[in-house]
């Protein structure tokens, strides 16, 4: 069974500029998740997709937005990309199928650096 | 607001030798405890501990939960240089992931040969 798939592996932008970011989740798995990793903060928690709604969001500017479709794939996009959205943007996906808990699978996410 | 701590940030020993890597928590509504193992990129899953006192085992590694005292510990044993990597630990509040996984900063595991 094929892991979760990210792209780009790896993004170079300006300042200002807006980005959009891909992930594939496991195929079968319904919830996929974003999350930000720096040296300075960790992993952080960006939101979360399941059946194509936003079931939650964790503290990050309305810069950050994100959509799922119908296939469960998931796209983020960073809008006025900041020098401190330098970062790696992972994605994870778990099967949700009942209650759970549900272990996360990581892709191998896209960094992101902007200039 | 939700928090995962994890000691040491680091540790260098050598192979061969027992590592104990630690992680507390505290969190409004425990559902889960996660370890993942983060070399290059992705983070990989290592265990999900759910039960008080129940270890699970993966060949040198082993992890135990203690729901009481909130923590948890990972042991990996006769380690070697491919363990080099940093070690996660993450709690998951909801348990389907709505609210995200709030994760540690950590514990970057340096095995010298």
């Known amino acids: ?115 | 607001e939700d928090k995962v701590v994890q000691s040491p940030l680091s540790l260098v020993v050598h192979e061969g030798d027992t590592v104990t890597l630690n992680c507390s928590y505290e969190v409004t509504n425990f559902r889960s405890l996660l370890w993942y193992k983060q070399e290059k990129k992705a983070p990989t899953f290592l265990f999900m501990l759910t039960s008080s006192g129940i270890e699970k085992k993966s060949g040198r590694l082993s992890s135990i939960l203690d729901k009481k005292e909130l923590f948890s510990i990972l042991n990996i044993t006769a380690t070697q240089t491919g363990d080099s990597a940093i070690y996660l630990c993450a709690v998951d509040i909801s348990g389907g992931g709505a609210d995200g996984l709030t994760f540690g900063k950590g514990t970057h595991l340096i095995i010298q040969p």
């Open chain 1, 1 to 115: 069974k094929a892991g979760v798939t990210q792209t780009p592996r790896y993004l170079i932008k300006t300042r200002g500029q807006q980005v959009t970011l891909s992930c594939s989740p496991i195929s079968g798995h319904r919830s996929v998740s974003w999350y930000q990793q720096t040296p300075g903060q960790g992993l952080q928690f960006l939101f979360e997709y399941f059946s194509e709604t936003q079931r939650n969001k964790g503290n990050f500017p309305g810069r950050f937005s994100g959509r799922q479709f119908s296939n469960s794939r998931s796209e983020m996009n960073v809008s006025t990309l900041e020098l401190g959205d330098s970062a790696l943007y992972l994605c994870a996906s778990n099967p949700l199928r009942d209650r759970g808990p549900y272990e996360q699978y990581f892709g191998p996410g896209t960094r992101l650096t902007v200039t």
